[in-house]
Nanobody, 122 residues
Framework: QVQLVESGGELVQPGGSLRLSCAAS????????MGWYRQAPGKQRELVAT???????NYADSVKGRFTISRDNVKHMVYLEMHSLNPGDTAVYYC????????????????WGQGTQVTVSS
């Protein structure tokens, strides 16, 4: 089993910056892609960014150029650096990780953290 714990969410003014962190523990050897999702009030959960184990990245169009995802495979952590924040970024941000079967590379489990609140407001 994998456990994910997010931190770093807080109230920030428009135009400001935040850095979210996610620590993975438990059965960490099988972790493949990690990422961040978010859910705003009244909206469905949406993908923000993903990063593979060899650090290939993918971003939602709404955050491309403003957010940067990174990971530390020694510390078993993933980060989301956010800049030029606007009220549309207000959401609960969830850390994500999948678990990959070693020989087949198939996804065998998806894990999410508990979420951390990011509020962008003046």
């Amino acid at each position: 089993q994998v456990q994910l714990v997010e931190s770093g969410g807080e109230l920030v003014q428009p135009g400001g910056s935040l850095r979210l962190s996610c620590a993975a523990s438990g059965s960490i050897f099988g972790i493949g892609t990690m990422g961040w999702y978010r859910q705003a009030p009244g909206k469905q959960r949406e993908l923000v960014a993903t990063i593979t184990s060899d650090r290939r990245t993918n971003y939602a169009d709404s955050v491309k150029g403003r957010f940067t995802i990174s990971r530390d495979n020694v510390k078993h952590m993933v980060y989301l650096e956010m800049h030029s924040l606007n009220p549309g970024d207000t959401a609960v941000y969830y850390c994500y990780a999948n678990t990959i079967a070693t020989m087949t590379h198939e996804v065998i489990k998806n894990t999410w953290g508990q979420g951390t609140q990011v509020t962008v407001s003046s």
